[in-house]
């Protein structure tokens, strides 16, 4: 039996019509030659910390921290954008939408860090940036036709987003298609 589960915590998000006509325009510019993971759309999710593989037992403390970290927090609404990369232009690994009026996310983000570094979780390095993964990028046969097909496709906003709860997840890999598991829903009551 397995005694740990790789878990994180984030906000999930059912996609619209603008979104997934968007998402597919940008799936449709692969080709063959290509190598990209496309995030199934039932996936997706706006992950606020990433915990790792986890002892279950420790699940209890980590419910427990989260409601403390979400207590303060209202339900709020942000905006889905504009399409970014991680990565270079050369060389990109990433493709996303960014996540625009975040600044309350921004602060359940830090709470939430704050909670959970009391856990022994390590703190995220660099800068929180919320966004959506669209697709891991392994390669790319023509990136300057990608890259125009992404220009073409930019729009300011993509969908509105309300935020009511956080989730735990567990993730679960089968072969190359992972699926998540809810361990826990904290709604946002304040």
């Known amino acids: 039996m397995n005694s740990t589960k790789r878990l994180f915590i984030a906000v999930e998000v059912v996609p619209n019509e603008q979104f997934l006509e968007i998402y ?33 037992e420790k699940i209890p403390v980590i419910a427990e921290n989260l409601r403390i ?21 050369y060389q990109p690994r990433v493709l996303w939408f960014r996540v625009n009026d975040a600044e309350i996310l921004q602060h359940l983000h830090h709470s939430i860090e704050k909670q959970m570094r009391k856990l022994g979780f390590p703190r995220h390095i660099g800068n929180f940036v919320p966004h959506l993964t669209i697709a891991r ?54």
């Not at 996936?43 to 790792?52: E, Q, R, S």
Request: aromatic share 8%; with cysteine; glycine share 4%.
């Open 69 to 89: 970290a979400c207590k303060a927090a209202s339900p709020f609404v942000v905006n889905i954008g504009k399409i970014g990369l991680f990565g270079s232009r």
């Open 137 to 190: 990028i392994n390669k790319i046969d023509d990136k300057k036709r990608f890259l125009q097909h992404i220009a073409q496709n930019q729009t300011e906003q993509i969908q509105q987003l309300m935020v009511k709860e956080v989730i735990l997840y567990e993730s679960i890999f089968n072969g190359h298609t992972p699926t998540y598991s809810r361990c826990l829903r904290i709604e946002l009551t304040h």
């Open 24 to 56: 597919t325009k940008l799936k449709s510019t692969s080709t063959k030659l290509d190598k990209i993971n496309w995030v199934q759309p039932n996936l997706m999710h706006l992950t606020l910390k990433f915990l790792g593989e986890t002892p279950i």
